[in-house]
């Protein structure tokens, strides 16, 4: 299959899903496609979609590809939507949805711990909006349910997966209380290179 | 708006007055509540005369601005009263040295401040529209694409049982709240029957009556009569009925 094949064949499979195509599901489709060479097609394809003016672009969350409108076009597909304002979300649900995202998998009681009042409901609301979801529950008195974000997440906050997730200032705030105050500082500002893998190693390690 | 009390003790705005008793720096205890109250309610029922009603509204505002700060002097010296609980039991809270609250201040700072990160985000996706959701659906995509199964929580349960409910084909009953009760008509007939003394059967229905109601009426009338409190005369064969009460009868 010669390339201008294959990148047809992409662009149609996106044309048709109203939600993220995962990587996999396009090398499924296509057998003979490395996906490598999907990557490579998708971005020429949005080269020329740029070349080109378009309307549209390929965009790259949740784990897959999906076509979206250029965002200079919002006010009129808004209009056509009839759409209100995308509902927001809180600034209390929102530091709420950064903790779990961060920390995940985490505890109710370890949110509040961080935000110092009760999440009930900002908990509801992410819980509702399908942006977090029980992902279990820890193995300590009373068993609570441990929180995590989902693919809805990611999909609504433009991310390609967590590990893209804006790095957060100090990786040392998962030390332990008891460490002496010393050992904080060499390890301080995490390598902007790659925010997403420091935070990574460091979910996981808060649960003791 | 300004507010400055007048106490043994302090004389000046009140808010330092509730920063310095948290702190400690003044012992509420020698602060009279009830003057500072009393000043306070004089001040608000004075308020109405002294200003003019066009701007009501502007001053309830500013004259309710003390009442949150009363307040709390009023919880600080409440919680003062309170017996302190035994030593042991608050163990785990007392000692949080300074580097302990640094810290938790700090992390909760990055979250706030990855929080307004991630609003940005969301507002910035938001400007992006895709097809309608749903139209197609990815049959095990997901699953593909998780790698290993998850566990369904209550919410996806709760979800997967809304679409359960909506492809339900039974139709629902509606239950109907009874507009016309037998004992209702009866009173109704009752105090017809006190006031007039008899009344012609026809008259007790009206064409414009629902069904429901006729039969109730009736029933009501029927159990009228097996009560004895009225009774059905005719006078002549083929005449009008007429519904007497009983007494007169």
Redesign the interface.
């Known amino acids: 299959m010669d390339d201008q094949q294959a990148k047809r064949i992409i662009e149609a499979l996106l044309f ?4 993220p ?2 990587l ?2 396009i090398t ?1 489709v296509v057998p003979d496609l490395e996906p490598v060479k999907v990557r490579a097609l998708v971005q020429t394809l949005n080269g020329e979609y740029e070349a080109g003016g378009r309307a549209f672009r390929i ?1 790259e969350i949740a ?2 590809y ?6 200079q076009l ?1 006010p009129w ?1 808004k209009r056509a ?1 009839q759409s209100p304002k ?1 509902d ?2 809180s ?1 209390a649900a ?2 709420t ?3 779990i ?2 920390r995940q998998p985490v505890t109710k009681a370890e949110v509040e711990a ?3 009042v009760d999440v009930t409901a900002s908990l509801d609301t992410l ?2 909006r ?1 942006f977090v ?4 529950r820890k193995d300590s008195p009373g068993r609570p349910f441990l929180y995590g974000t989902t ?1 809805e997440f990611l ?5 390609k997966s967590l590990e893209a ?2 790095p ?3 990786p040392s ?1 998962q030390e332990p ?1 008891a460490a002496p ?1 010393e050992s904080a500082g060499p390890q301080e500002p995490a390598s902007p290179a790659e925010p997403g893998a420091s935070q990574a190693a460091s979910v996981g390690f808060h649960e003791q | 708006m300004r507010y400055d009390v007048e106490a043994d003790l302090y004389e000046g705005p009140l808010p330092l007055l509730v920063e310095l008793a948290r702190l400690n720096l003044v012992d509420i205890f020698l602060v009279k509540l009830f003057e500072l109250t009393q000043s306070y309610l004089q001040q608000v029922k004075a308020a109405p005369l002294a200003r003019g009603e066009a701007q009501a509204g502007a001053d309830l505002n500013q004259l309710s601005e003390p009442l949150p700060l009363l307040g709390n002097l009023v919880a600080l010296k409440a919680r003062g009263l309170l017996p302190r609980p035994a030593a042991p039991e608050e163990d785990e809270e007392v000692p949080i040295s300074l580097e302990e609250l640094e810290r938790r201040l700090k992390e909760y700072e990055q979250f706030k401040t990855v929080a307004q990160l991630l609003a940005q985000l969301h507002a910035l996706q938001h400007e992006h529209f895709t097809r309608a959701p749903g139209e197609v659906v990815l049959e095990g995509a997901e699953a593909a694409s998780a790698g290993e199964p998850v566990e369904v929580g209550i919410t996806d349960l709760m979800s997967a049982f809304a679409k359960v409910l909506e492809r339900a084909t039974a139709s629902v009953y509606e239950v109907q709240v009874e507009p016309w009760t037998v004992e209702a008509k009866l009173q109704e007939l009752k105090m017809v029957l006190t006031v007039k003394r008899q009344v012609r059967f026809l008259d007790l229905f009206t064409p414009q009556q629902d069904k429901l109601e006729l039969v109730v009426t009736f029933l009501a009338l029927l159990e009228l009569m097996r009560q004895r409190l009225a009774r059905a005369i005719q006078e002549w064969e083929f005449g009008d009925i007429f519904i007497v009460s009983h007494r007169d009868g």
């Open positions: 048709v899903f109203g939600q195509l995962p996999k599901r499924e965009q784990g897959g999906q076509i979206v409108t250029d965002q919002a597909v939507l995308p927001a979300v600034a929102l530091e949805l950064a903790i995202a961060y961080v935000r110092g819980v509702e399908r979801r029980i992902a279990g693919a999909r609504h906050f433009g991310l997730l804006p957060m200032a100090l705030i209380v105050a």
